[in-house]
């Protein structure tokens, strides 16, 4: 699902198709029947066993690395944990995704999943909505409602969240491209309005990540980095003044890992991506504690399970070093990183797809262990399509019985103190800083998009990845070992098409709407565009008024211009 990381269906790449396969999806995706080379153990005989990212590993650990971080839960630098108690005071918020077809079809799988347990919303958006196309635009309309749910207007913000009380439940808007994730948060904003609902009481997240535009998914027209990472700073700067319990941005780690980033990079890039933002905000005259306890990030968790507890607790201890030592907050929370975790969707197959249970489940585990806020466990179809309601109520089940059988939630930090688990907690933060001073020593994160850097880098791991794949250099059950199980594959779940409703309910709308207000909305959006004022007071006034996601994004592009992306 784009925007959540979660891997759409293998399918032949169509006219508009703004996301062909990465080398990771199409390694998963080959076919079953082909020869699979000879595994290699990563323990053989003669070989130095690795973590995932390289780390070399001793075949034993016999004692605490020298000075050891002594500190407790909710203590800067908050290696072992956010908060004090940690799941003893407060269970992490189960969050599973949803979105598919038309608002009214999302709407029913997020009313199940409220119902069987699930404590928040998590939405999904389809790929024209992420990239800021009406589902009735040429480039977009064979992806309507494919890999998330289409939304185009304020009329569907209300259908999709219809019967959902938005005081109570939180809902995280899985929307990366800031070209869009504006447009779609004034939407959400104006509609709860419109029912009654007080904006500044509204609880959720926004992804709002201006790397998902110009380093990790593409489109047919891209922003320049400047630009986007503008538009992105201008939600947090009004979220800060007008939303006090939102969530206006939320690093996407996730997706940077899913394009190739090992765990070391994944981390290094959401601390850059803070470091630039609180930046930005400083410049813009807003002091570091009046917004930085609303930043947060979304991390994957992946198969190597104590590598990935480690690199939780390197990034908290990380971020909160980093945030400390460059902008020396008065308030804790500023510089205390709290994230949601997504169990990896690229480390999912297509062959034997059940085993994916046990996948995502060793991922979830790695998530509680290191402390996640919030938690979405894939489904086991997700190599395949998005997820049927079978096997979303599975996920969600993986989720529950964690927290109420496995005893992982009644202690913080549970694996604290072990020897392999703090030097890799050292190793990893120690590699992290050391790609955070690379990354200043190209003048920080917009001058590595704009060189290309970052996209080199996520590439060059991905193409590493799939090597080791394809060599046998790392297992993977039912594609390169174990593979005597005859090909079973699960029935993809086929979303609804959504183009032709859609482009229906636009019809109606723009037949409806004052054309006057549309066009003086429009003309105001471009003047703050150009001015270099906020953009978000603008766009609640132009969707309100019943303008498009499309035509809301049309400005924005012809203000902006287009981007190339360095080559080499």
Same mark, same amino acid.
């Given at each position: 699902?784009?925007?959540?990381?979660?891997?759409?269906?293998?399918?032949?790449?169509?006219?508009?198709?703004?996301?062909?396969?990465?080398?990771?999806?199409?390694?998963?995706?080959?076919?079953?029947?082909?020869?699979?080379?000879?595994?290699?153990?990563?323990?053989?005989?003669?070989?130095?066993?690795?973590?995932?990212?390289?780390?070399?590993?001793?075949?034993?650990?016999?004692?605490?690395?020298?000075?050891?971080?002594?500190?407790?839960?909710?203590?800067?630098?908050?290696?072992?944990?956010?908060?004090?108690?940690?799941?003893?005071?407060?269970?992490?918020?189960?969050?599973?995704?949803?979105?598919?077809?038309?608002?009214?079809?999302?709407?029913?799988?997020?009313?199940?999943?409220?119902?069987?347990?699930?404590?928040?919303?998590?939405? =999904?958006?389809?790929?024209?909505?992420?990239?800021?196309?009406?589902?009735?635009?040429?480039?977009?309309?064979?992806?309507?409602?494919?890999?998330?749910?289409?939304?185009?207007?304020?009329?569907?913000?209300?259908?999709?969240?219809?019967?959902?009380?938005?005081?109570?439940?939180?809902?995280?808007?899985?929307?990366?491209?800031?070209?869009?994730?504006?447009? =779609?948060?004034?939407?959400?904003?104006?509609?709860?309005?419109?029912?009654?609902?007080?904006?500044?009481?509204?609880?959720?997240?926004?992804?709002?990540?201006?790397?998902?535009?110009?380093?990790?998914?593409?489109?047919?027209?891209?922003?320049?980095?400047?630009?986007?990472?503008?538009?992105?700073?201008?939600?947090?700067?009004?979220?800060?003044?007008?939303?006090?319990?939102?969530?206006?941005?939320?690093?996407?780690?996730?997706?940077?890992?899913?394009?190739?980033?090992?765990?070391?990079?994944?981390?290094?890039?959401?601390?850059?991506?803070?470091?630039?933002?609180?930046?930005?905000?400083?410049?813009?005259?807003?002091?570091?504690?009046?917004?930085?306890?609303?930043?947060?990030?979304?991390?994957?968790?992946?198969?190597?399970?104590?590598?990935?507890?480690?690199?939780?607790?390197?990034?908290?201890?990380?971020?909160?070093?980093?945030?400390?030592?460059?902008?020396?907050?008065?308030?804790?929370?500023?510089?205390?990183?709290?994230?949601?975790?997504?169990?990896?969707?690229?480390?999912?197959?297509?062959?034997?797809?059940?085993?994916?249970?046990?996948?995502?489940?060793?991922?979830?585990?790695?998530?509680?262990?290191?402390?996640?806020?919030?938690?979405?466990?894939?489904?086991?179809?997700?190599?395949?399509?998005?997820?049927?309601?079978?096997?979303?109520?599975?996920?969600?089940?993986?989720?529950?019985?964690?927290?109420?059988?496995?005893?992982?939630?009644?202690?913080?930090?549970?694996?604290?103190?072990?020897?392999?688990?703090?030097?890799?907690?050292?190793?990893?933060?120690?590699?992290?800083?050391?790609?955070?001073?690379?990354?200043?020593?190209?003048?920080?994160?917009?001058?590595?998009?704009?060189?290309?850097? =970052?996209?080199?880098?996520?590439?060059?791991?991905?193409?590493?990845?799939?090597?080791?794949?394809?060599?046998?250099?790392?297992?993977?059950?039912? =594609?390169?070992?174990?593979?005597?199980?005859?090909?079973?594959?699960?029935?993809?779940?086929?979303?609804?098409?959504?183009?032709?409703?859609?482009?229906?309910?636009?019809?109606?709308?723009?037949?409806?709407?004052?054309?006057?207000?549309?066009?003086?909305?429009?003309?105001?959006?471009?003047?703050?565009?150009?001015?270099?004022?906020?953009?978000?007071?603008?766009?609640?006034?132009?969707?309100?008024?019943?303008?498009?996601?499309?035509?809301?994004?049309?400005?924005?592009?012809?203000?902006?211009?287009?981007?190339?992306?360095?080559?080499?």
């Amino acid at each position: 699902m784009l925007g959540s990381g979660a891997t759409p269906a293998p399918t032949e790449e169509k006219k508009g198709s703004a996301s062909p396969m990465t080398n990771r999806q199409a390694l998963r995706s080959a076919s079953p029947e082909a020869p699979a080379p000879a595994p290699v153990s990563a323990a053989a005989p003669g070989r130095a066993a690795a973590t995932d990212s390289g780390i070399l590993l001793q075949p034993v650990y016999t004692g605490a690395p020298d000075g050891r971080d002594t500190s407790l839960p909710g203590e800067p630098p908050y290696t072992r944990g956010a908060y004090r108690t940690m799941y003893r005071g407060r269970g992490w918020t189960v969050r599973q995704l949803a979105g598919y077809g038309t608002a009214d079809d999302t709407n029913r799988r997020l009313r199940l999943l409220l119902a069987e347990g699930a404590a928040a919303v998590n939405t =999904v958006f389809d790929y024209p909505t992420n990239r800021g196309y009406d589902s009735d635009d040429p480039l977009a309309a064979a992806d309507a409602g494919q890999g998330g749910v289409a939304i185009d207007s304020v009329d569907d913000m209300h259908r999709l969240y219809a019967g959902i009380d938005l005081d109570e439940v939180s809902v995280s808007l899985v929307l990366s491209h800031p070209i869009a994730a504006g447009t =779609v948060l004034a939407m959400y904003l104006v509609a709860a309005e419109e029912r009654g609902h007080r904006t500044e009481g509204l609880r959720g997240t926004l992804q709002n990540d201006f790397m998902m535009e110009t380093a990790v998914l593409t489109a047919p027209h891209v922003l320049p980095p400047s630009a986007s990472f503008r538009l992105g700073v201008d939600v947090v700067e009004y979220c800060a003044q007008h939303l006090p319990h939102w969530y206006p941005v939320s690093f996407a780690g996730y997706n940077y890992r899913e394009a190739g980033a090992d765990a070391i990079l994944e981390v290094a890039l959401v601390v850059a991506n803070a470091v630039a933002t609180i930046e930005e905000m400083r410049r813009r005259g807003h002091g570091v504690d009046s917004f930085a306890h609303r930043l947060s990030s979304f991390f994957t968790a992946g198969n190597d399970l104590f590598e990935e507890v480690a690199k939780f607790r390197a990034a908290r201890r990380v971020y909160h070093r980093e945030v400390d030592s460059r902008f020396r907050p008065a308030r804790p929370a500023s510089a205390r990183l709290k994230f949601h975790v997504q169990t990896s969707g690229s480390r999912l197959t297509a062959q034997q797809p059940l085993n994916n249970i046990t996948r995502s489940t060793v991922h979830a585990l790695a998530a509680v262990l290191g402390g996640a806020q919030s938690l979405h466990v894939s489904a086991y179809d997700e190599a395949v399509s998005i997820p049927s309601e079978s096997a979303a109520l599975t996920a969600l089940r993986t989720q529950q019985i964690l927290f109420a059988e496995s005893g992982v939630s009644r202690t913080a930090d549970p694996l604290a103190g072990s020897y392999l688990v703090e030097h890799l907690t050292d190793a990893v933060g120690a590699r992290i800083a050391a790609v955070l001073a690379e990354i200043d020593g190209l003048g920080g994160l917009l001058p590595a998009v704009e060189s290309g850097w =970052v996209h080199r880098r996520l590439t060059d791991t991905a193409y590493r990845d799939s090597l080791d794949v394809e060599s046998g250099r790392r297992q993977v059950v039912g =594609v390169n070992c174990h593979v005597s199980e005859p090909h079973r594959p699960v029935a993809p779940f086929t979303a609804p098409r959504a183009a032709r409703s859609q482009g229906e309910r636009l019809a109606r709308l723009r037949a409806a709407r004052d054309e006057a207000a549309v066009r003086r909305r429009l003309a105001e959006l471009a003047d703050r565009a150009r001015s270099r004022t906020n953009t978000m007071p603008a766009l609640v006034k132009a969707v309100a008024a019943r303008c498009t996601l499309g035509e809301c994004t049309q400005v924005l592009r012809d203000v902006f211009g287009n981007w190339q992306q360095p080559l080499g």
